[in-house]
C-alpha cells in the first residue's frame, strides 16, 4: 500500500508560479513511477506529467510542455510539480498518482492522493 498526499496548492495571479509537492509513504517509493493529474470542474480528469521510479524520464501532456517540471526525490519519498507562467485554464485539483505498470500516461494508476486545488486568476 501507498499513501500519497499532496500540497503546495493555491491561489495565484496568471504568469506566476506554484510548486506542488507529493510525499510518499508505505512501500518502496523507488518502485513506482510518478505522476500528477489534474481535473477542472466539469471536465474528466487528464493527464499532466509523470517520470519514470529513476527519474531519468520524465513525460509531459502538451498543454503544460515547457512550463511545468516534474521531478522527484527518492531519498525523501516526494515528488515534485513546478509549475511557471501558470494560466486561468491550469486552475483545477491536481492529484498525485503512484503506478508500477507503467500505465499513467493513459490514466491509471494503482494509487491516488486525495487532490490539492490551484486556482489561477486572471
Known amino acids: 500500500q501507498v499513501q500519497l498526499v499532496e500540497s503546495g496548492g493555491g491561489l495565484v495571479q496568471a504568469g506566476g508560479s506554484l510548486r506542488l509537492s507529493c510525499a510518499a509513504s508505505?512501500?518502496?517509493?523507488?518502485?513506482?513511477?510518478m505522476g500528477w493529474f489534474r481535473q477542472a470542474p466539469g471536465k474528466e480528469r487528464e493527464f499532466v506529467a509523470a517520470?519514470?521510479?529513476?527519474?531519468?524520464?520524465?513525460y509531459y501532456a502538451d498543454s503544460v510542455k515547457g512550463r511545468f517540471t516534474i521531478s522527484r526525490d527518492n531519498a525523501d519519498y516526494t515528488v515534485y510539480l513546478q509549475m511557471n507562467i501558470l494560466k486561468p485554464e491550469d486552475t483545477a485539483v491536481y492529484y498525485c498518482?503512484?503506478?508500477?505498470?507503467?500505465?499513467?500516461?493513459?490514466?491509471?494508476?494503482?494509487?491516488w492522493g486525495k487532490g490539492t486545488q490551484v486556482t489561477v486568476s486572471s
Open positions: 517520470i519514470s521510479w529513476s527519474g531519468g524520464s520524465t
Open positions: 508505505g512501500r518502496t517509493f523507488d518502485s513506482y513511477a
Open positions: 498518482a503512484a503506478d508500477s505498470h507503467g500505465r499513467l500516461r493513459v490514466g491509471v494508476s494503482e494509487y
